[in-house]
Nanobody, 122 residues
């Protein structure tokens, strides 16, 4: 089985920064695309950014220039550096990963983390 565990959330003032981490563990052969999503109260979950196994990155317009997604393939970990945070960035942030697993059989599956709260408030 594979688990994604997020860390690094919390409360920050507008203009501040936070760094989220998401570590994948389990029967992993390879982590493919890894991504971050977020869901604000009463809103649909929305895509924030993703990073391919090649290192190529794509961002939502709402975070472009402020957020940076990166990864450490050796650690099966993805990061989200969030700068110049705004109140509208307040949400539960979810890690998402497409992973090639080895148990119980070789397959490619999508996994989600449990979510972590980010609150931007003065």
């Amino acid at each position: 089985q594979v688990q994604l565990v997020e860390s690094g959330g919390g409360v920050v003032q507008p203009g501040g920064s936070l760094r989220l981490s998401c570590a994948a563990s389990g029967s992993i052969f390879k982590t493919n695309t890894m991504a971050w999503y977020r869901q604000a109260p009463e809103n649909e979950r929305e895509w924030v950014a993703d990073i391919r196994s090649t290192g190529n990155t794509v961002y939502a317009d709402s975070v472009k220039g402020r957020f940076t997604i990166s990864r450490d393939n050796a650690k099966n970990t993805v990061y989200l550096q969030m700068n110049s945070l705004k109140p509208e960035d307040t949400a539960v942030y979810y890690c998402n990963a497409i992973i090639t697993i080895t148990q119980p059989e070789s397959a490619i599956r999508t996994y989600w983390g449990q979510g972590i709260q980010v609150t931007v408030s003065s």
